[in-house]
């Protein structure tokens, strides 16, 4: 989870962005720090839900007291209701003790309800009921226990924000998304790449306990013109790798994922996002082949179609001009 240090300041520090769509996002989780409306976060797989949650809790005025988080898309349908509400001994027949459930150790901060469309149509009507009321009692049980937690719920499928989905009933779909916020995907934010990436190559250097290395000039134009489908969490995988294959002074290319970058649909699909030129394309194209093949020119040569002579030169020249051999 991020570091918790309240207010705005705080949080652009951990959500820093140059994107206007995710510019946006920030000034709404910004008016959110010190309000206890239930937020709806959706957007793509991998685009930080969970980090946005993480955030608006530890920037807010609950971060002094507890983030759960239910993975409603791991937990079986029928352990779903104790591991929400917990339970009293005796409840059932492996119930030796009582337990509160994540409702209880939310108390004063944040529940956050990870993938709310993977919720049994029977448990949403409880966990509706709960809402409504701001009281519960754990299974077995006759206490009536305050809720007292702001709850963040996220969605992949962005089309449940909006009245008439099937994944969520309506009355608890209103309930949750007082406020919805949509993320970008990282697609439609390419100016925050550079500072994504630096920040996770930081952290996945200290993580690893590997030398910090800043990104080259050629990595970092890999990188932006990548259109990223699986989002943040790809990026942050793909530095990950990076930072633990990289032997040199800076992150080179040849450190990235070569399945990622250089699989000939995803490098034609970087080119046009690039903006490459025909030699430019054949030049990053031929690099490709030469690290596939371990650097054989010979090999290399043949699958480019042309000559091993034709293939040195072309790499003589590409070191006149200054870019990697």
């Not at 409306?37 to 946005?52: F, I």
């Not at 809790?57 to 779903?80: E, K, M, Q, T, Y």
């Not at 996002?273 to 490709?288: D, F, M, P, S, V």
């Amino acid at each position: 989870m991020p570091a918790r240090s309240s207010g705005p300041a705080a949080l652009r520090r951990l959500l820093p962005t140059r994107s206007p769509a995710f510019r946006a996002v920030e000034r709404t989780l910004e008016k959110l720090l010190d309000v206890d409306v239930n937020v709806l976060v959706t957007g793509e797989s991998g685009s930080g839900k969970d980090y946005v949650a993480e955030s608006l809790h530890s920037c807010g005025n609950r971060a002094a007291r507890p983030f759960v988080r239910i993975d409603c898309a791991s937990i079986p349908p029928d352990l779903f209701e104790s591991e929400l509400f917990g339970f009293e001994r005796g409840t059932f027949t492996d119930a030796t003790s009582s337990r509160a459930g994540k409702l209880e150790a939310a108390r004063g901060g944040t529940l956050y309800l990870d993938e709310i469309t993977s919720i049994a149509p029977a448990l949403q009507a409880k966990l509706l009921r709960v809402i409504e009321q701001r009281l519960f009692t754990r299974l077995g049980g006759s206490r009536p226990i305050k809720l007292d937690a702001r709850i963040v719920a996220s969605a992949t499928d962005t089309k449940v924000a909006r009245a008439g989905s099937h994944a969520v009933r309506n009355d608890l779909l209103y309930r949750l998304s007082v406020v919805t916020i949509e993320l970008p995907p990282l697609r439609d934010r390419a100016e925050d790449i550079p500072a994504l990436a630096r920040r996770f190559a930081r952290e996945s250097a200290a993580r690893h306990r590997r030398p910090r290395r800043a990104l080259s000039a050629e990595a970092l134009e890999l990188l932006c013109a990548y259109p990223w489908p699986g989002n943040v969490r790809e990026l942050a995988l793909a530095i990950d790798r990076a930072v633990v294959v990289e032997d040199g002074e800076e992150i080179s290319p040849a450190a990235l994922p070569r399945e990622t970058f250089f699989r000939g649909e995803a490098l034609i699909q970087t080119a046009v996002r690039g903006e490459w030129t025909i030699a430019e394309l054949e030049r990053r194209y031929a690099l490709a082949v030469l690290e596939a093949g371990g650097g054989n020119v010979s090999r290399a040569a043949k699958i480019l179609g042309i000559s091993r002579k034709t293939l040195i030169e072309k790499r003589r020249r590409w070191a006149r001009e200054g870019r990697p051999k």
